[in-house]
């Protein structure tokens, strides 16, 4: 499987940015979020229980744009 990038937070520092990327896989349509690991107390708890082989990340709107940029290239939508 590989990785194609998206795109990152505009207002990220180099080195540290939210990032967005689209994998190959043939089986189905799936992407990788790089974010802010979720450490805070709360939403861990609204959450609930997450499996020992997952993890929550944070990542901001204008990184999702790119995902919504890409499905409607996609689709043919684009504008």
């Known amino acids: ?8 937070d505009p207002e ?3 080195g540290a940015s939210p990032t967005l990327f689209a994998t190959d896989r043939t089986d189905r349509i799936t992407y990788i979020a790089q974010g802010w690991k979720v450490t805070d107390p709360q939403i861990l708890a ?7 082989h ?3 990340i944070e990542i901001p709107e204008e990184v999702l744009k790119f995902y919504a ?6 689709k043919g939508t684009d504008n």
């Open 1 to 8: 499987m590989r990785a194609k990038f998206l795109g990152k």
């Open 12 to 14: 990220s520092t180099e």
């Open 46 to 52: 609204d959450v609930g229980s997450v499996p020992d």
């Open 54 to 56: 997952e993890t929550l």
């Open 69 to 74: 940029r890409r499905y409607a290239q996609e």
